[in-house]
C-alpha cells in the first residue's frame, strides 16, 4: 500500500489495511512481493496530481519487473475525483476505485486478481450525497473515509466495546496502523461545507460530517494501546467539529477527554479555520494540559479583498487581534499557516499588504503557494488571471521572506523550555551523555514543520519518550535543545 497527500489519507490508508488484512490479505513491505499494490492517491493540486500518477505508473512498471505483481489499484482522492477519466487515460492501472467501493475493498480485490473487470468509479458532486443537518445526521450511516461502514469480518474487541458518551448505533470500522511511530493521526470529520472559490475538495469528499465522539474516543484508546503518545486530531475544517450533531462546542468537550486516554501523552489539533476560530476554542486549545498549545490557522491571505473574492473572510486587523488572543493564554504557542499568492486579481498592493502581516504575525512555520486553476472551482472562471511568471515572481518574494522569519521566530525560542517527542534516535551514538535524537516539541506539528535535535542524552531513552529540553540554539527553522 502507497499513501500519497495528506494525514486524513493515511488515515483511510490504515482503515483500508484493517480491512483487507480482515479479508484475507497480508500487507508485505516490498512492492516486489506484492501481488496487487494499492495506491491512495492525492488529487488536491496538480504537483499532486502528477505524483499520484507517476506512482501508478511505477507501479504498473513491477508487473513486468518481478512477475508477481498481478494488478494496480488507484484509489484515494484523484480516483474519487477523475474516475473514469483516469481509468481511459491511465490503462496501466486495472481498476480505479471510489470511496463507495471502500467497504468491501477486500472483494473488490479478490475479483480483481481473479480477473473480473471493475467498472471505474463515476465522480459526481458529494456535497449532494451526503446530509448535513443535525437531524438527518443521526440516524444516516454515511460512507466517506474515515467513517463507520461495515466490514465481512469480525472487529477487534478492542475497538468494538469502548467508548464513552452516546453509544453509537452505526457499524464501526477496521483500523491497522501502518507506521508505528509514537504520533498517528485520528480523523475527526470528513468534508467541509465551506465554498472557497479555489478549493475542490467539497466536491469530491461532500460535505462536513462529524464522526460520534465515542467512535472518536474508542478510537483513541486503541491507539493509545498501540504505543502512540501523540493524537494528531486531522480533518478539512476541525473547528467545525459538532456542528452537525448539534454542538458547536464539542471540540473543546472532547479535548480533555482524549488528554486522559491512558498512554497518550498530547494531543494536537490541525487545520483551523480562522474565521471560526471562536474564543473557547482558543483557550481550550492553550491552556488545556496535555494539549499542544498549537494553532494550525489557514489564513490563505491578509488583503480583505483578495479573500473576499476567494469566498474567505478576515483582514490584516483580525488576524492580529487573533493571535494576539493566542500568545495571551500561551506565549509560546506555534502557529502555522499557509498562503495563496497570485489568486486572479490579486494586486501589487494586496501582495504589499500579505508580505506586511506575514512579518508581523511572528508564525512559525508557512507554507507558500502559487495560484492555480483547479477544475470545477469558482476561482477557475474569474478574470484578472496573473501570468505564470508574476505568480513565480511572488511566490520566490515571499519564499525567501518566509525563510528568513521563520528562521527568527525559531532563534526567539533560544533559552526556553520545551517538552520533546522522540521520534527518532542516532544509532551511531556511543558512550553516556553523547546520544542525540530528533523530534518535536509542542510548536511543531508532523512533517510539515520544523524538527527538535537533542543532544547530550543519556543511556535508556526510547523513542516516544516526552524529554523536556531547553532550546540552546536552532538551524532555520529546526530547534537544537538539551535535556533538563
Excluded at 496502523?177 to 472557497?196: F, N, Q, V
Excluded at 475544517?237 to 458547536?248: A, E, F, M, P, V
Excluded at 473543546?252 to 491512558?262: D, G, H, N, S, W
Aim: proline share 5%.
Amino acid at each position: 500500500m502507497v499513501t500519497l497527500g495528506c494525514a486524513r489519507n493515511e488515515v483511510d490508508s490504515e482503515e483500508l489495511a484493517g480491512q483487507l488484512e480482515a479479508g484475507g490479505f497480508r500487507l508485505v513491505d516490498d512492492p516486489a512481493d506484492a501481488e496487487t499494490v494499492l495506491v491512495n492517491t492525492c488529487g488536491f493540486v496538480e504537483a499532486a496530481k502528477k505524483d499520484s500518477v507517476d506512482t501508478l505508473l511505477a507501479a504498473a512498471d513491477l508487473k513486468s519487473d518481478t512477475g508477481v505483481t498481478r494488478s494496480v489499484v488507484a484509489v484515494g482522492c484523484l480516483a474519487e475525483r477523475y474516475g473514469e477519466e483516469l481509468a481511459e487515460s491511465l490503462p496501466e492501472a486495472d481498476a480505479v476505485l471510489g470511496f463507495d467501493a471502500y467497504p468491501d475493498i477486500a472483494d473488490r480485490l479478490k475479483a480483481i486478481l481473479a480477473g473480473t473487470k471493475q467498472h471505474a468509479h463515476t465522480p459526481s458532486d458529494r456535497r449532494k450525497l451526503l446530509p448535513i443537518s443535525p437531524t438527518q445526521r443521526i440516524d444516516v450511516d454515511v460512507v466517506v473515509p474515515g467513517h463507520s461502514f461495515e466490514v465481512a469480518a469480525q472487529v477487534p474487541e478492542d475497538l468494538a466495546d469502548i467508548g464513552t458518551g452516546a453509544p453509537s448505533t452505526g457499524p464501526r470500522s477496521v483500523r491497522r496502523r501502518l507506521d508505528g511511530g509514537p504520533m498517528a493521526p485520528l480523523k475527526l470529520a470528513s468534508g467541509c461545507d465551506r465554498r472557497c472559490a479555489f478549493c475542490a475538495i467539497p466536491s469530491f469528499r461532500g460535505s462536513f460530517v462529524s464522526r460520534r465522539p465515542s467512535d472518536v474516543l474508542a478510537e483513541a484508546r486503541w491507539l493509545g494501546e498501540q504505543g502512540v503518545k501523540e493524537l494528531f486530531l486531522v480533518s478539512e475544517n476541525s473547528t467545525s467539529y459538532g456542528k452537525d450533531l448539534g454542538d458547536i462546542r464539542l471540540l473543546e468537550t472532547i479535548l480533555p477527554e482524549l488528554v486522559a486516554v491512558e498512554g497518550v501523552e498530547r494531543v494536537r489539533v490541525s487545520y483551523l479555520q480562522p474565521a471560526e476560530t471562536r474564543p473557547g476554542l482558543v483557550t481550550a486549545i492553550a491552556s488545556t494540559p496535555g494539549v499542544a498549545p498549537y494553532f494550525d490557522l489557514s489564513f490563505q491571505h491578509a488583503s480583505a479583498t483578495v479573500l473576499r473574492s476567494m469566498r474567505r473572510f478576515g483582514d490584516p486587523e483580525s488576524f492580529l487581534n487573533l493571535l494576539a488572543d493566542v500568545r495571551r493564554h500561551e506565549p509560546t504557542a506555534g502557529v502555522r499557516s499557509n498562503f495563496i499568492v497570485g489568486f486572479p486579481g490579486e494586486t501589487e498592493d494586496d501582495f504589499a499588504t500579505l508580505c506586511d502581516f506575514v512579518t508581523e504575525a511572528r508564525l512559525d512555520a508557512i507554507g507558500v503557494f502559487g495560484y492555480s486553476d483547479e477544475d470545477g472551482t469558482e476561482a477557475e472562471t474569474y478574470d484578472g488571471k496573473l501570468d505564470e511568471d508574476a505568480i513565480a515572481e511572488r511566490v520566490e518574494h515571499l519564499g525567501a521572506l518566509v525563510e528568513e522569519l521563520t528562521a527568527q521566530r525559531a532563534e526567539e525560542r533560544i533559552g526556553e523550555r520545551v517538552q520533546v517527542l522522540v521520534e527518532t534516535l542516532d544509532p551511531e551514538d556511543e558512550g553516556p551523555g553523547s546520544g542525540t535524537a530528533e523530534g518535536r516539541a509542542a510548536c511543531q506539528g508532523p512533517e510539515v514543520d520544523g524538527s527538535t535535535l537533542l543532544t547530550g542524552l543519556s543511556d535508556g531513552v526510547r523513542v516516544g519518550d516526552m524529554i523536556n529540553a531547553e532550546v540552546v540554539a536552532t538551524d532555520g527553522v529546526d530547534l537544537i535543545a538539551e535535556p533538563v
